[in-house]
Structure formats: C-alpha cells, structure tokens
C-alpha cells in the first residue's frame, strides 16, 4: 500500500491525462487545436507510465523510486515492446 502512496501524483496525472484524452475523443469535429491538444497528451500519458514503470523496477531491485526521471518523447516514443 505503501508504495502506491508514493506513486499516487503519478497516478493521479495519469488519471487526469485519461480523462482529457477521452474528452478529446468524444468531440465528434477534432479541430486542429484539440488534435494537436490530443497529440501531446498521449505522448504525455507514455512518459508517465513510464515514469510509474522506472519507479517500480527501481523499488523492485531495493533503490529509490525517486531516481527515475520523466525521458524525453523520442525515447518513450519509439519503445518496442
């Protein structure tokens, strides 16, 4: 439980970022702006989960989750799972 307190802002703007992401979608003309708007987010949403990610893998091998840092959306980006 413990952890999840300390990942909990991360969540949270997880969350935050989900909500507006499906708003976005849910408009039936996207103009340019909210494309763009849409855009940035998702990319968004990818450095988040992989900030939770770096954060639990950190935790994981006993070093502190507070080391991971947000990458840059040419790394999160172009991730081959």
Known sequence: MENQVEDQPVLNHIQHLVAEEHRLHEQRAHPKADRKRLAKVQVELDQCWDLLRQRRALRDV????????????????????
Not at 62 to 81: F, H, K, S, T
């Open 62 to 81: 006993g070093l502190d989750p507070d080391e991971a840092q947000v990458r840059p959306p040419q790394i999160v980006e172009n991730y081959e799972e």
